[in-house]
Structure formats: structure tokens, C-alpha cells
């Protein structure tokens, strides 16, 4: 079984302070991450994924990912807030072992806002 | 290269009529999957493809909902006899073959039954 969590549904910053959007997972095997996001009216793209290897991980737009496994956590992070971050980000996982599931499993979703 | 395109991409309908939703998947992705997204709501599994064979259908939430894909290119997403809360953004994705590629997503089709 797999799951995933965002504990928040909405995450506001100031544009230029650090930010971070919030992810757990549940997985009885080894835990491909991923994380995406989605601007309105649009659909899914892709930003980073964690696979193996070192547990930071560098995506697209200056994001980057910290895979904990003792937590199996998988937050997103930014060292600073751009406007036009504002979107939806998912978080999601699928377990990768032999006999793994190849549907991956998505959060709910968490709203970044960004004030000017 | 072109993304995953998705067709129509707005649909309204009255309660009671089939809809088909079209998706053109990326050339040479094998992996091809289905969701629906409701308002403000995360993605809901619909059903999975590889190659032009179904492993998982279990998202499917009930016998009116349908699809199937030709070879390894166009999906389409079958919902008969709509009803009211089939109104959603219905989402298609595709992936490389490999366990750990990401999905690639079209813009999705948004669906309103009336």
C-alpha cells in the first residue's frame, strides 16, 4: 500500500522569503518520489523526483527537495518566493520495488500563494 | 517536441448523454493513465494503460465509465449516460517506459453535465 500527505491545503510567503510545501508519504517499498505542479487551468508539471542517491534533490524554477527517510518526509523547498510560484503542488509516490505498484499515488494538493 | 494533447477541451452536456474525451500521449510513451481532478481536489486514478493493454482499470467508479487505446497512441475516455457528478477536469498523462519516469500531463478536459 501507498499513500501520501500534505498537511496543508495552503501555504502563503512573502515574494523573496523562503518556502516550503510539505509532504509525508507510506510506502511498504522503496519510495520514488515526485513532486508537480499546476498553474490554473492547466495540467501537471513535472518539477523533481527522488529516486536513489543523494537526498536533495534539484528541480526546475529553483526548486529543490530533501528526502528524509527516517521521517519519510519529502518537502519541497525554495530559498526564495517568486510571484509567479503561485500555483497548486502535488506530492506523490509509487513504489518502486520488484512487484511495485506503476500507478502513482498523489496527494491532495497544497496552494501556494505568494504576496508581493 | 509536442506535450500530451487532450480533446475536447471543454464539454458541457446534459445529464443522461455519452461523452468521449480524447488523449494523444507523447510518440513512444507506452505508459498512458487516466484521472479526474473535481473542484479544488487532488487527482483521482482512473485507469492505466500499457501499451494498448489495461493492467489496472480499479479507478473506473462505475460500468459507465469506459476506455481503451489503440496500439501505443490516441486513449479515449468513454462516460455513458452522464450524470451530475461526472462534472470534473478529467486529466490524461504519459510516460516513458522504465519504473521510474515521470508523467507527463495534458491540459485536461473540463466536463460539465447539466
Known amino acids: 500500500a501507498q499513500s501520501v500527505a500534505q498537511p496543508e491545503d495552503q501555504v502563503n510567503v512573502a515574494e523573496g522569503n523562503p518556502l516550503t510545501v510539505k509532504c509525508t508519504y507510506s510506502v511498504s517499498g522503496n519510495p520514488y518520489l515526485f513532486w508537480y505542479v499546476q498553474y490554473p487551468n492547466r495540467g501537471l508539471q513535472f518539477l523533481l523526483k527522488y529516486i536513489t542517491g543523494d537526498n536533495l534533490v534539484k528541480g526546475s524554477y529553483g526548486f529543490e527537495a530533501e528526502f528524509n527517510k527516517s521521517q519519510t518526509s519529502f518537502h519541497l523547498k525554495k530559498p526564495s518566493a517568486l510571484v509567479s510560484d503561485s500555483a497548486l503542488y502535488f506530492c506523490?509516490?509509487?513504489?518502486?520495488?520488484?512487484?511495485?505498484?506503476?500507478?502513482?499515488?498523489f496527494g491532495r494538493g497544497t496552494s501556494l500563494i505568494v504576496h508581493p | 517536441g509536442a506535450g500530451v494533447s487532450q480533446s475536447p477541451s471543454n464539454k458541457v452536456t446534459e445529464k443522461g448523454k455519452d461523452v468521449e474525451l480524447r488523449c494523444d500521449p507523447i510518440s513512444g510513451h507506452t505508459a498512458l493513465y487516466w484521472y479526474r481532478q473535481r473542484l479544488g481536489q487532488g487527482l483521482e486514478f482512473l485507469i492505466y494503460?500499457?501499451?494498448?493493454?489495461?493492467?489496472?482499470k480499479s479507478g473506473l467508479p462505475s460500468d459507465r465509465f469506459s476506455a481503451e487505446r489503440t496500439g501505443e497512441s490516441v486513449s479515449t475516455l468513454t462516460i455513458q449516460r452522464t450524470q451530475q457528478e461526472d462534472s470534473a477536469v478529467y486529466l490524461c498523462a504519459s510516460s516513458a517506459v522504465g519504473t521510474y519516469n515521470e508523467q507527463f500531463f495534458g491540459p485536461g478536459t473540463r466536463l460539465t453535465v447539466l
Open positions: 494503460f500499457q501499451g494498448n493493454s489495461a493492467p489496472d
Open positions: 506523490a509516490v509509487r513504489d518502486g520495488s520488484s512487484g511495485g505498484s506503476y500507478i502513482p499515488t
